[in-house]
């Protein structure tokens, strides 16, 4: 797909996760395949033109981290198109505006969520970033402050005019948070004011058919993985391979139901394997003590699929060098064996069904219904 002058291998995005959407984690999605085009957690605009090494670090990326959107957040015109130009001037691929962030400090100035309520100042500010970089601009939004105000379809039509090249909502309002259920039409809304521009859909995208359903109900462009793709670093390659075996819409045809395949779910060793990668990856960006420290947070993911585990996820909260690291595994990966039949399979009581999107809920008998897809704690649980 297009993303205006960029050409993306895949329609399928990494979304922001502040705190997680970092070069390590980009590269592991990058290296499983599938993903079109990652984004950075959000930075501050002001920071970043400061030089301020926080911000440096959340933009640090190599050559295989391509292509790479960079998302912005500030309300200062001047600062957002002076950041939008020297993110041009390094190379980057695309640069993202944060629209849909409900965290009162991004809000308290005028960013985030609240750009939503000011239309004509947020199209003045926009306007001059377009017009300082030929790379695609685009914006990232909620629905709206809450259900009496949904303000995306006019919000993204506005930007559109303003020369906005691609639309990201999350089909939730500011006020839902992250619970409810993602509001498909809501997102459908959205793709009918614009003109011509892709709007790609997001939120609670966990499966390869939740993703379908999204392309599906809304006649989005693309869709965004954020918290789906911690869970499941596979799920870009999984959604790329399902969308192909599948029919498109219900209209397609001699294909119209056509089921899509599903690969099989990655072994137990794949996803260690991928874990380990992951780790040493933190490693060489932040160093052995700080990579370590902020794998904490990332290996109890990577563990909702191992099985029973809460012995790993009591330890690993603790690792403070790889070598600890390996030692809770390798004394995890021991214990672990009881749950396992001849063939070195999880024994079927111990297997997790799939989780299942919020709008997708009302499609599974209830029992198999699951809780919703968790928020990852750390100092951004408030997102
Ligand atoms: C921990 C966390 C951090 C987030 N950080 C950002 C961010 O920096 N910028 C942004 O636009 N959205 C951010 N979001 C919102 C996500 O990009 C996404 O819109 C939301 O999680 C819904 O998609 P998902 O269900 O696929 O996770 C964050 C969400 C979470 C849970």
């Not at 980057?92 to 750009?115: E, H, L, T, W």
């Not at 997102?187 to 390869?208: E, F, L, M, Q, Y």
Request: charged share 20%; glycine share 8%; proline share 6%.
């Amino acid at each position: 797909m297009r993303l205006g002058s960029l050409t993306l291998s895949s329609n399928l995005f990494l979304s922001p996760l502040a705190g997680y959407t970092n070069l390590p984690f980009r590269l592991v999605l990058r290296e499983i395949g599938g993903v079109g085009l990652c984004t950075t957690d959000l930075v501050n605009a002001r920071s970043l033109l400061g030089k301020n090494p926080k911000a440096l670090k959340l933009i640090e990326t190599n050559a295989t981290d391509s292509p790479l959107a960079v998302q912005l957040f500030g309300s200062v015109p001047e600062e957002m198109r002076d950041a939008a130009a020297y993110l041009e001037s390094i190379g980057v691929a695309s640069v993202d505006i944060n629209m849909g962030c409900p965290v009162k400090k991004v809000c308290k100035v005028g960013g985030g969520s609240a750009m939503m309520t000011e239309l004509d100042k947020t199209a003045a500010l926009v306007r001059g970033m377009v017009n300082a970089v030929k790379i695609p601009v685009t914006a990232k939004m909620r629905l709206g402050w809450d259900a009496d105000n949904l303000t995306a379809p006019d919000l993204a039509r506005t930007l559109e005019d303003v020369g906005v090249q691609a639309i990201f909502v999350h089909g939730r309002t500011r006020e839902q948070g992250f619970g409810g259920t993602v509001n498909l039409a809501g997102i459908r809304a959205v793709v009918a004011a614009v003109k011509a521009i892709p709007v790609i859909g997001n939120g609670d995208i966990i499966t390869p058919q939740a993703a379908k359903k999204m392309f599906d109900a809304t006649g989005c462009a693309g869709v965004s993985i954020g918290r789906g793709a911690f869970y499941n670093p596979w799920i870009f390659q999984h959604t790329r391979h399902y969308l192909k075996t599948a029919s498109l819409s219900p209209s397609d045809g001699e294909r119209a139901g056509v089921r899509g395949e599903l690969p099989p779910e990655p072994s137990f060793a794949e996803r260690v394997r991928v874990m380990c990668r992951h780790l040493d990856l933190m490693v060489e960006v932040f160093g052995e003590e700080l990579g370590c420290r902020m794998f904490r947070k990332v290996a109890p993911w990577y563990a909702k699929r191992f099985g029973p585990a809460h012995v790993f996820n009591k330890r690993v909260v603790q690792v403070a060098t790889r070598a600890e690291f390996h030692t809770v595994l390798d004394d995890y990966t021991h214990w672990r064996q009881q749950f396992l039949d001849d063939r070195g399979e999880l024994l079927p009581r111990f297997q997790l069904p799939p989780m299942v999107a919020s709008f997708m809920q009302a499609e599974v008998p209830a029992a198999a219904r699951r809780e919703a897809i968790p928020v990852p704690q750390g100092p951004v649980e408030v997102w």
